[in-house]
């Protein structure tokens, strides 16, 4: 199909609004939404140049700021070459619906009202986008973490739409683990007596202990040793790792807030490709994409048996593995170990089922 593409060679972020009721998957519905999403770069007529990106828990539209290395002049995927989209997800607080946006049934702010959404809600959504955009085809679909969850839900949903599948550091099926560490910041969010109110800043003291007690499964016991460790041996309180874990919460207090971070850690919690189809196997067979899937080996949240499942139960695929002192923070940091793998993804000539560790 030949397509007429308006030319858009300036990065920037546009709005999406749909304005038909959504309904969602757990039952609640949305008398419509919007969609900040980012573009750069110009679309080629045979749309053979597309790559959308789908972003993690706290990731916004802008996919140049937050991966940087991997998208940007001079990277892998650019605008020069490429016409990369992101979209900020429902839920989120960075120009898409979400809680602190209006309810248009009571002129109010959603906050605890705002529905439970779940990855295919996130997917649907962002496929009427897709639509809107007029993309027939999506040439490289890329996710890590949650992003690699919606990337994979999208692989199932509509396996003729993508040609290439990158996934990093995400599973089929978000584990016990996984949620428990999610509910155990909830846990944290809910302690907060601010929480119980309706207001644009509740739950904030709670949001700080939350991203403090994510970052333990972002990191690992290692990055703490090199990045936090006292050489002062005399010291007794105060420690470096203490201040750290502070810092982080704050950071994350200042860009996003307690709800859309509750709304979100929920909808990966619900993540389970086989729910409705016989099991996660049977789901991924469905999956028709040429697809990487790459795993950290320090990951502690997302660890790489979940990788390797994913690699073992899916066709045309090619599994590699990296190491990475910043456990799952590796796929937003190993940008220059990425790059050479999706690199020799790329330049397979016969695609087929390619393991690159015997292990798996």
């Known amino acids: 199909m030949t397509l007429t593409v308006k030319k858009i060679r300036c990065m920037q972020t546009r709005y999406f609004h749909y304005d038909q009721e959504f309904e969602l998957e757990k039952g609640g519905t949305l008398k419509g939404f919007t969609l900040a999403y980012y573009t750069a770069g110009t679309l080629n007529a045979d749309q053979s140049n597309s790559v959308w990106v789908c972003h993690a828990l706290t990731g916004n539209a802008e996919v140049e700021d937050w991966w940087t290395g991997l998208f940007g002049e001079g990277c892998l995927f650019n605008a020069e070459e490429h016409f990369v989209i992101c979209a900020n ?52 679909l890329i996710g890590g973490s949650l992003g690699g969850q919606q990337a994979l839900e999208w692989a199932v949903q509509q396996p003729e739409l993508m040609e290439n599948l990158i996934v990093i550091g995400t599973n089929a099926r978000h584990s016990p683990w996984g949620v428990a560490f999610n509910e155990t910041q909830r846990l944290a969010i809910a302690a907060d007596p601010s929480w119980k109110e309706s207001k644009e800043d509740a739950g904030a003291d709670g949001l700080v202990a939350a991203r403090a007690i994510a970052m333990l499964s972002y990191r690992n016991y290692e990055t703490y040793q090199k990045t936090q460790y006292e050489e002062d041996i005399e010291k007794s309180d105060d420690f470096r790792a203490s201040s750290y ?42 999956v028709k994409a040429y697809t990487m899937v790459i795993g950290i080996v320090t990951d502690v949240l997302f660890p790489i048996i979940e990788q390797r499942f994913i690699a073992r139960h899916t066709d045309n695929v090619t599994y590699e593995e990296i190491n990475s002192m910043y ?34």
Not at 257 to 265: K, V
Not at 329 to 356: C, P, S, V, W, Y
């Open 89 to 140: 997800v429902l839920g989120s607080c960075y120009g898409s619906t979400g809680p602190l946006s209006m309810n248009p049934e009571t002129g109010t702010p959603y906050y605890h009202d705002f529905p439970d959404i779940t990855i295919r809600d996130i997917v649907r959504s962002l496929d009427l986008l897709r639509q809107h955009l007029q993309l027939v085809r999506i040439n490289t």
């Open 327 to 360: 456990g799952h923070d590796g796929f937003l940091i190993e940008t220059e170990k990425l790059t050479k793998g999706i690199q020799a993804f790329f330049k397979q000539k016969n695609r087929k089922k390619l393991i690159h560790d015997e292990g798996y």
């Open 245 to 286: 874990q502070v810092y982080q919460g704050k950071k994350l207090l200042n860009r996003f807030n307690a709800y859309s971070y509750w709304t979100l850690s929920k909808a990966m919690d619900s993540h389970n490709l086989g729910r409705g189809r016989g099991s996660v196997e049977e789901a991924l067979k469905k």
